[in-house]
């Protein structure tokens, strides 16, 4: 057996031992779903440490479960996954230090959970990631300024969380990003850097609900290549002119009266 879906929100109990004995399983899929729901699956228990004897496990999908505990240190055995989505399980605590060693880990989705903690540094030592999605947890700090999955980083989502500063310059170096969503961060402080206007592959940049941001978004942004990412920029507590380019997007604070036909 390759995989194993038991992804229904009428289970209820903890998880078969039996489960753990199949150690040749390269996907498992448990819970309700990947993204939240009102409905969660009954499933309880401690997140399971048996994890670490899956060494094929390529995917790991968790969500919307009554589980609870922090996820076991032991997954770092598990040397094959490249992805894995936590939504809504009940993880606390700290993402553990041995993540860094997953080597292979390409994907990595953890979302309103209430972990804590600054961003995981091991996550930014990492160097195959393309996503990184920990929205609507309780990690606070400062938002991470480098990675060394740069070149390929394409998502990072990091919004509701309660990291504070500045947004890093060093972003607008992060030629691959396609969606930067930092919204609802209210303890960001400053403008928006104007480095990020070169991204000429980004679609989607969100900064609605930080509303510690302040000043003129840079004229550089009626520029960019991918005009979707100005119709994307939802912020609205940043003061700017509207242009053509600007004059379709969801900003119901902006200056209405600078809009042009």
Known sequence: MMWIQLANPYL??????????????????LGYGYEMHEQVSLLTGQFP????????????????????????????LATSMDRFYL??????????????TLSVLRDVVIRNNPLSGPFPKELQELTGLTRIDLE????????????QSSSILII????????????????????AFKILNLTNLPLLTGTVPPELSSLS????????????????????FCYMQNSSCVRWFRSCILNFECTDQLCGCDCPCSNRTNLTD
């Open 156 to 175: 990072l989502q990091l919004g509701g969380n309660r990291f504070s500063g500045h947004i890093p310059s060093e972003y607008g170096a992060m030629q």
């Open 87 to 100: 939504n809504n399980v009940g993880l606390t605590g700290s993402l553990p230090s041995e993540l860094g």
């Open 136 to 147: 609507y947890n309780d990690f606070s700090g400062r938002l991470p300024t480098s990675f």
């Open 12 to 29: 209820s109990g903890t998880i078969p031992s039996e489960l753990w004995l199949m150690t040749s399983l390269k996907f498992i899929y």
């Open 201 to 220: 592959e980004l679609a989607h940049l969100d900064l609605s609900g930080s509303d510690g941001l302040s000043g003129t978004l840079a004229e550089d």
């Open 49 to 76: 440490t048996e994890l670490g004897l899956f060494t094929d496990l390529t995917g790991l999908y968790m969500g919307n479960t009554l589980m609870t505990g922090s996820l076991p240190s032991e997954i770092a």
